[in-house]
């Protein structure tokens, strides 16, 4: 199986709740499309520094994070995000990585989406069994 990507819109959720309160305008939010390779065995959102700060997110936390070949970093935690795909969206955090890495989604912010990714056509797609809205299991 080769590696998925998926075009994704980051927003600023922050801004949508300034929004929503009536102190920023709609075109004044911040967000991005990008492309982000899709790991269902990674946890988080990841993006890169350069992106936290074009998005103008907040430093919330710093944590270890263990990449995919075993060696451990520290990482700032940045957010809130909105992550929007197709009729999808949910809100999480980020960790911030190098500039050289890529935006990399994964599993908690797939399922707050109800997304899975369909390794015969390589894609992230919309749950076919909730086609119209995500559905979340709550057992």
Not at 23 to 50: C, F, W
Not at 114 to 121: C, E, G, Q, W
């Amino acid at each position: 199986m080769r590696i998925t990507y998926a075009e994704i819109e980051l927003v600023r959720a922050d801004d949508l709740a300034l929004v929503r309160a009536g102190y920023l305008a709609e075109d004044q939010v911040n967000r991005i499309t990008v492309t982000a390779m899709v790991d269902s065995g990674a946890t988080m959102l990841s993006i890169p520094k350069s992106l936290g700060e074009c998005l103008n997110l907040a430093r919330l936390d710093s944590l270890e994070a263990e990449l995919a070949d075993g060696s451990t970093i520290q990482a700032d935690v940045v957010g809130p995000i909105e992550i929007r795909f197709k009729n999808r969206k949910t809100i999480a955090n980020a960790l911030l990585m190098p500039d050289n890495t890529d935006i990399l989604l994964g599993a908690i912010p797939m399922q707050g989406m109800d997304v899975l990714i369909d390794p015969k056509r390589e894609q992230l797609i919309v749950n076919p069994e909730s086609p119209d809205h995500a559905r979340m299991l709550l057992k």
